[in-house]
């Protein structure tokens, strides 16, 4: 029996922690305190936000932001990234559980704990299959429509709370019905809290930073209250509620926020249930991965560092399974605070961990504090937040690059907000695979000459090129496979057809880096028409691995012309041939 590898570098791989802290300073543990200060000041009131978002208890948000990033740190190999709830994870999750319970009951708080279990154990089998390549499937400017969609329909959902009315709905139609019929139940006290937290989160993001410079402090300490800007809307609205006794005046308050540590819980086993939330799961997985790889890749960039994305799918499936075990929902890697993060100076994953200990400390010690925390002070901290995420020109580039890319964009935009958040994550996935499918199907095929005075050969309605009526050179720019081998069949067929004194046609496969074997049944099926045409057929610049795969069939035996090494070499050789037709006269 084949004993396991456990050798130190099969340890470091799936183990990263190994790595980093072997030259761990004190130099790096400073700076990742310091990092870790920020971020936690940040996640606090974004993290009851987000699981206000998802419909779940406020302490839920807590839960998930410490156990999630300690496991983070152990396995995930981004320096930088920071784990916790966001916006559009929060969001499918409130889309996928609110099919199933009633917001608030028991019901809801289990499957949203299962969902994240279930999220958690699928990303794991992913990182453990190495799969996540699968991630190159999905069309960036599909995903970026979806997450502007998710923003703009997270921005309106939360505008009751501003309001202070009873608004409900999936899609935005349905919302901003909902809106316009309860306006009339607007609470005045409760619109004030609300459009100030607003006015005053948006002046700190921009504003704030530049003002404290202006007054001669530190860039580090005017960053650190610039990025305490939440905490300080926190503070200040629970000051006033409890001054002025505004919950009796009719503002929705966080209330009772439990004191303590996250508890131990467990997922429910039903199979039933884990079917119903499957699709849903699966579709969190995919995005929560998508976003999180994009943004620690980015980062990863600036320092010259990489990461190993297969690594980052047990990494982010550790953290889900760790939410869901401490009374957390789904989580993944978060833009906002990972770029604070990666600002702040966090030098190793250990900044997470450190940032779990202050929010541990926080709801260990700070909860009371939140009794009086106005609910239209979170919905504005999670507006301010999305809004970022919102980014309508994708349309206008899309529409002036590529109509295909922007018909997708535009579907996946009016899907998520006209019908909800899991139809147009769906048609998000099924659009960029389609998309794949449909640019291969077609690919760019373009018939080639010899350029005069080199051994060039370029795309002869776009060059002056040299060619020979008897011989048809046509370079193929994609690999072949099923998807489009019929139509490489269709094209040539459709050229050689023709009056020309056509004797040779080669496939310059210098861009094919496979061979399927329905194309090469399509291969087969070519070569032996032209055959019966006269025609013989060349393969040239053919790759290694795929010549390597032809000579274990009987392609190249049955092949009626040659394969030659490079393109200038069959036209060289071609050319020189006397024509059948001319010696048989």
Known sequence: MKQPNL?????????????WSRDYSRDTLTSDMVAAVIVTIMLIPQSLAYALLAGL??????????????????????????VGPVAV???????????????????????????????????????????????????????????????????????????????????????????????????????VIGLASLGFLFWVRKGLKPRLL??????????????????????????LVWTFGLDARGVAIVGDVPMGLPPLTLPAFSADLWGQLFLSALLISIIGF????????????????????????????????AAALSGGYPVTGGFARSVVNFDAGAETPAAGAFTAVGIGLAALLLTPLLFFLPKAVLAATIIVAVLSLVDLSILKKTWAYS??????VSATILLTLGIGVEVGVSAGVALSILLFLYRTSRPHVA??????????????????????????????????????????????????????????????????????????????????????????????????????????????????????????DAHATLTARPSPRAVAE
């Open 7 to 19: 050798s130190p570098a099969a340890l470091r791989r799936y183990l990263p922690i190994l790595d």
């Open 214 to 239: 202006a007054l001669g402090l530190k860039p580090r300490l005017a960053d650190l209250l610039a990025k305490a800007g939440p905490v300080m809307a926190v503070a200040v609205s629970v000051l």
């Open 403 to 408: 109509r295909v890319d922007f018909a997708a």
């Open 447 to 568: 018939e080639v000459g010899l350029v005069p005075n080199t051994q060039h050969f370029r795309n002869i309605t776009r060059h002056d090129v040299q060619t020979d009526p008897r011989v048809v050179t046509i370079r193929i720019d994609e690999s072949l496979y099923f998807a489009n081998a019929h139509f490489l069949q269709d094209l040539l067929y459709d050229r050689v057809t023709c009056d020309e004194p056509i004797e040779h046609v080669v496939l310059m496969c210098s861009a094919v880096n496979d061979i399927d074997m329905s194309a090469l049944e399509s291969l087969e099926a070519i070569n032996t028409r032209l055959t019966d045409m006269g025609i013989k057929l060349h393969l040239s610049e053919v790759k290694g691995p795929v010549m390597d795969r032809l000579k274990r069939t009987h392609f190249l035996t049955d092949l009626s012309g040659e394969v030659f090494l490079s393109q200038y």
């Open 290 to 321: 998508v976003e999180s790889v994009s943004v620690a890749q980015t980062l990863a960039a600036k320092r010259r560092q990489r990461i190993a994305p297969d690594q980052e799918l047990i990494g982010l499936g550790a953290s889900n399974v």
């Open 57 to 82: 208890p406020p302490e839920m948000g807590l839960y998930a932001s410490i156990l999630p990033l300690v496991a983070y740190a152990i396995f995930g190999t981004s320096r930088a990234l920071a």
């Open 89 to 191: 994870v929060s969001l499918m999750t409130a889309a996928a559980v609110g099919k199933l319970a009633a917001q608030g009951t028991p019901e809801y708080i289990a499957a949203a704990i299962t969902l994240a279990f279930l999220s958690g154990l699928m990303l794991l089998a992913m990182g453990l299959f190495r799969l996540g390549f699968l991630a190159n499937f999905l069309s960036h400017p599909v995903i970026a429509g979806f997450i502007t969609a998710s923003g703009l329909l997270i921005a309106t959902s939360q505008l009751k709370h501003i309001f202070g009315i009873s608004a409900e709905g999936h899609n935005l139609v349905a919302l901003i019905g909902s809106l316009l019929a309860h306006l009339g139940q607007t609470n005045p006290y409760t619109l």
